[in-house]
């Protein structure tokens, strides 16, 4: 009897330790979290004096009036900027990288390894160094400070080309692929009707990382626009915490603000989890 219990106590104190350095993580993760939270609700005198959990200081609402209120109601075409440049940019980025990481998979053709080891090359290098040449392509395209010149290099993701063809690896049997070739069908109605319906997992995995990426997006915006009507969020909070140097009532705007930006994020991942669980293990199924 007395073994059994020295032999379950290890296991015990394993558990245990595991669930304080869980513990730990998620303290560090949710606590800034909690606090945007109860800043957000706050009026300008609570944040002041650091006051964020006396309930008389509660505004909310008012916060929010002010929000959409501050310069013009510019806060929310900068919304409306980050959802057309994160949505739609991430989905069209998200199809071009499975479609291209469909076909390294599938297809044999010169170069081609090489070509993958360039793209595997282009993940390691880190955005804010092709910030700079991405600006002279586009002053000499004259886009610059354009909707275009932020959208379109943002569609171009070289990690979601390298997890497409870990997708198509995983969930694209070739035999399947050889029947519909013996049964007559051409590459593009095969890829459509037939490996796209298997990567579905894949491209909405692909399809959250790069929605996270440009929604977070920040060095580009700033060195490709100077009009705030072209702003996203990030950007335009950044010039109103720099006017809160100066002018104290756009702190309480920029907390709510960060507040809403982050709102997006947390509803897609909880609404497409199921699917992006499902897309991490596509390396493991052969």
Known sequence: MSTTVRSRRPRFLGRTAVNVVLG???????LPVLWLVLAASRNADALSASDLFSPENFSLWSNLVDLFAMDDGIYGRWYLNTLLYAVVGAAISALISVACGYAFDKYRFRHKETLFGLVLAA???????????????????????TFWAVFVPLLFNPFGVYLGRIFSEGYVPDEVLEAARIDGTGELVM????????????????????????????????????????????????????????????????????LLAVLPLIVA?????RFWKAGLTAGAVK
């Open 24 to 30: 730990v993580f998620v303290l560090y993760t949710l």
């Open 123 to 145: 993940v390691m290098v880190p955005q804010t160094v092709l910030a700079l040449p991405l600006y002279l392509i586009a002053s000499h395209l004259g886009v610059v400070n």
């Open 191 to 258: 890829y459509v009707r037939v490996a796209f319906g298997m990567l579905g997992p894949g491209v909405l995995t692909v399809f959250l990382f790069q929605l996270t990426a440009i929604w977070n997006n920040f060095f580009l915006p700033m060195v490709m626009l100077s009009d705030q009507e072209l702003y996203p969020v990030a950007l335009g909070l950044y010039s109103w915490n720099s006017a809160a140097t100066v002018s104290p009532e756009y702190y309480p705007v920029v907390i709510t603000g960060a």
């Open 269 to 273: 991942f909880l609404l497409l989890q």
